[in-house]
């Protein structure tokens, strides 16, 4: 890490727009004189010194980075310096994510149980806490919602039921973003998320797409990444919705990636140490638990 002079300021990447990067500087940094040249967020837009590509720092929305040579009039500056990330979610690139908010709806489209685990393995794949949120949950009746909630529960993880269409679970939603550092939404399209956002940031209006009534699948709308703030100090990325996401991990890392089976495998331990738990004597892992077959369909797909 370069040293930090005392002109430099910290400020956090939040969107990519050609060759810029577009940085967010909290302005309570400031010294008095400044804070008159700008109001209370600054989002400058910076080119970045060019040893930064020599040592290989790649720079990514997300990343901490250190600006100087701030012009407040044009809003312009350049970064000199990206500090370590603690993550790193692949696709869509963001670094530093706390929260991987995965959006399923319930009906249109129909939840679908493999798909949302491919999400939620990639998120353990970056080693970044999921959370489900199941979405458009005025389309079902209460006794398949909980169906839905107690499988995922089965699973190892929490979720959260939400509607626009019925303002239900909002305001648990936001609580839960407003105490998270910074949050991406993920999940199929269609499912809601553009709509979930415009709702919690109201000045956003992001185009939404319309979910096709003979498919009920979303149409598939690109956006580039952009992060949105959400309360103090707490930020928001939307993705574009990926309906399959790839799973890249070691076929000896996969089982670790399914919290029941994570739990089994820290109390006890396989005959074999690189047990893949298909059928080696002694395997501690059951193969009556729901996502086993999951399990062994995707183990033979990453070891092909
Ligand atoms: P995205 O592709 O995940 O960003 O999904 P969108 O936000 O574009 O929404 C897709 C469609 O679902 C739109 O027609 C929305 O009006 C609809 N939708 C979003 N939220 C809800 C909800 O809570 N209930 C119902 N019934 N429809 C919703
Ligand atoms: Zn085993």
Redesign the pocket.
Known sequence: MNKIKSNNFKGIVVALKANFLIVEIDSQVFTQDDLKKCSEKLRLLCTRRSKLDYQGLFIDVGDVVFVESIDYTNKRAVIVDVEPRKSFLKRPAIANVTLVAI?ISVEEPLLDIDQTSRFLITAECANIKPLIVL??I??INKCDLNFYINKFKLWGYDSLAV???NVQGINLLIERFRKTKLTVLA?P???????LINHLIPTLSLP????SKKLKR?TH?TRHVELFAIGHGSLLADTP?FNRPEIVCEPSGFASLFPEFRSKLTNSQCKFRNCLHRDEPGCVINKDLERYSFYRENLEEIIN
């Open positions: 959006c979405t458009k005025d389309l509607s626009i269409k999940g399209s269609g499912v809601g998320k553009t709509s939404t797409s319309n979910v979303g709308t919705g």
